[in-house]
Nanobody, 115 residues
Framework: QVQLVESGGGLVQAGGSLRLSCAAS????????MGWYRQAPGRQRELVAT???????NYAYSVKGRFIISRDNVKNTVYLQMNSLKPEDTAVYYC?????????WGQGTQVTVSS
């Protein structure tokens, strides 16, 4: 059973920074793509950023230039450095990973950006 444990959410003022971490454990297969999605109240879950095992990245247009995704393949951990945060970045952020042909999700961590 794959488990994703997230940390690093919280409350920050607009223009501030936060760093999210997510560690994957329990997989018998290599962890392939990892990433972050977010869901704001009343909205659908949306992609924030993903990174492949080889380091290729993909970002939502709204976070390009402000967020940086990275990963440590030895630790099976993915990070999201969020800079220049805006109130519209407020959401529950979910960690995602794919391994063994299955998708896995974390429990979510709240990020709140005050204006």
């Amino acid at each position: 059973q794959v488990q994703l444990v997230e940390s690093g959410g919280g409350l920050v003022q607009a223009g501030g920074s936060l760093r999210l971490s997510c560690a994957a454990s329990g997989s018998s297969f290599s962890v392939n793509t990892m990433g972050w999605y977010r869901q704001a109240p009343g909205r659908q879950r949306e992609l924030v950023a993903t990174i492949t095992r080889g380091g290729s990245t993909n970002y939502a247009y709204s976070v390009k230039g402000r967020f940086i995704i990275s990963r440590d393949n030895v630790k099976n951990t993915v990070y999201l450095q969020m800079n220049s945060l805006k109130p519209e970045d407020t959401a529950v952020y979910y960690c995602y990973s794919s391994s063994g042909g299955y998708d896995h999700w974390g429990q979510g961590t709240q990020v709140t950006v005050s204006s």
